[in-house]
T-cell receptor
Framework: DVKVTQSSRYLVKRTGEKVFLECVQD?????MFWYRQDPGLGLRLIYF???????EKGDIPEGYSVSREKKERFSLILESASTNQTSMYLC?????????????FGSGTRLTVV | DAKTTQPNSMESNEEEPVHLPCNHS???????IHWYRQLPSQGPEYVIH?????VNNRMASLAIAEDRKSSTLILHRATLRDAAVYYC??????????WGAGTKLIIKP
């Protein structure tokens, strides 16, 4: 079964810490995405990548950066975590031409910043 | 970006068909209609998508109005495992899916 795997299901970090969220997909997909999901706000796109070492800002990139050194791995970095970054983070991947194939999501990482 | 409108919640009985509506009156000619669902404590799951014609797959059917300003996701025989939030989304690119609040589907035994 194809998978998008997020490294942690739950994470608690302190304000000001540097936080790494890791995502790995085994489907050889070109595109990878990071979303955050908050009650009443739905899913919002933070960053996406359509190729190795390529990245594009989504709707809410402030306070985040990303890294894609290998095709299968896409990392989200919170440079200095703040309490307003407490959220559910979802990673997804898709094949180029994905209009016809859909996105595959991971199970999410629930991050709490205290 | 074109937006979608869905009811906040719907209830249905187990083993009965469910029709989930979605309005998208500002849809453009190149926008695809996608449906995803999110079960509790899980990431969203792709259900179905279409452009103009009705579509069927193993999970559901998608009925698209002739003017494309609305669509309906049809679950032919709902089970308790179909209880989820269902999202109707428009997209004309590979990269951007604009997510709304979705419809919370409640299945009664």
């Amino acid at each position: 079964d194809v998978k998008v795997t997020q490294s942690s299901r739950y994470l608690v970090k302190r304000t000001g810490e540097k936080v790494f969220l890791e995502c790995v997909q085994d489907m050889d997909h070109e595109n990878m995405f990071w979303y955050r999901q908050d009650p009443g706000l739905g899913l919002r796109l933070i960053y996406f990548s359509y190729d190795v070492k390529m990245k594009e800002k989504g709707d809410i990139p402030e306070g985040y950066s990303v890294s894609r050194e290998k095709k299968e791995r896409f990392s989200l970095i919170l440079e200095s975590a703040s309490t307003n970054q407490t959220s559910m983070y979802l990673c997804a991947s898709s094949r180029t031409g994905s209009i016809h194939y859909g996105y595959t999501f991971g199970s999410g990482t629930r991050l709490t910043v205290v | 970006d074109a937006k979608t409108t869905q009811p906040n919640s719907m209830e249905s009985n187990e083993e009965e068909p469910v029709h989930l509506p979605c309005n998208h009156s500002t849809i453009s000619g190149t926008d695809y209609i996608h449906w995803y669902r999110q079960l509790p404590s899980q990431g969203p799951e792709y259900v179905i998508h279409g452009l103009t014609s009705n579509v069927n797959n193993r999970m559901a059917s998608l009925a698209i109005a002739e003017d494309r300003k609305s669509s309906t996701l049809i679950l032919h025989r709902a089970t308790l495992r179909d209880a989820a939030v269902y999202y109707c989304i428009l997209s004309h690119s590979n990269y951007q899916l604009i997510w709304g609040a979705g419809t919370k589907l409640i299945i009664k035994p």
